[in-house]
């Protein structure tokens, strides 16, 4: 399973050939270093692992772990900001040398694929926002301020206790999330660029990962 390590910019409109109008998500995807291969006689699995995001190499060093920076200072590479790992066959592994690059080329116009990314964050929500629950009837006698309350948890003597996955109040967002089979509507090499029919979780300039689809 291959893939690159972008960014997302945000989001746009382009204009179909037949003057249909389709909005895109932007992804800044700059060329992804090959940074080493995990093999099935050491690791037990093929992959290949990308690199991603330069970083200046003083800004590194106090920013950043010793462990972390010397797996670069090991195959004399430049540090980088994040680290990924895409599963590929034992045939496929030989695609991609050590040190040299992949870019947006991977992909091309019409591909399916799946975005991975970290969603935004809405802070503490209740259960009509979180869960979505219908809540309660504006006009129902007696009642006072509870329209969006979740009602009732608990369980009688037994089991004596609230079920764990019990939907209820609490931090909503920032979660890891896949959204899958969407459409690659343009790529644009010279600026690195993708352009993705759909919506791509995350914050503009957040992370996201672009593989071919699954389904």
């Known amino acids: 399973m291959k893939g690159l390590i972008g960014k997302k910019v945000g989001m746009t409109t382009v204009f179909a050939e037949d003057g249909t109008a389709v909005p895109v998500t932007v992804v800044e995807v700059a060329p992804n270093l090959v940074h080493g291969h995990r093999t099935q006689e050491r690791d037990g699995y093929t992959a290949v692992q990308l690199a991603h995001g330069e970083l200046d190499e003083k800004k590194a060093e106090r ?9 670069f200072k090991k195959k004399s590479q430049k ?49 009509v926002k979180r869960h979505h629950m219908k809540g309660q009837a504006r006009n129902a006698a007696s009642a006072h301020e509870v329209h969006r309350h979740m009602g009732a948890v608990g369980q009688r003597k037994t089991p004596g206790r609230v079920f764990k996955g019990k939907r209820m109040p609490g931090h909503m967002g920032v979660e890891k999330k896949t959204v899958q089979n969407l459409s690659v509507v343009d790529v644009i090499p010279e600026n690195n660029l993708l352009l993705i029919s759909g919506s791509v979780p995350g914050y ?3 992370l996201v990962v672009v593989r071919p689809a699954v389904k």
């Open 204 to 206: 503009d300039k957040s």
């Open 63 to 71: 920013r950043e772990t010793k462990p972390f920076l010397g797996q």
């Open 79 to 127: 540090p980088h900001k994040t680290i990924r790992e895409f599963r590929v066959s034992e045939k496929e592994l030989g695609d991609f040398a050590v040190g040299s690059q992949v870019t947006v080329a991977l992909f091309k116009k019409g591909d399916k694929v799946d975005v991975t990314g970290t969603s935004r964050g809405f802070g503490f929500a209740g259960v």
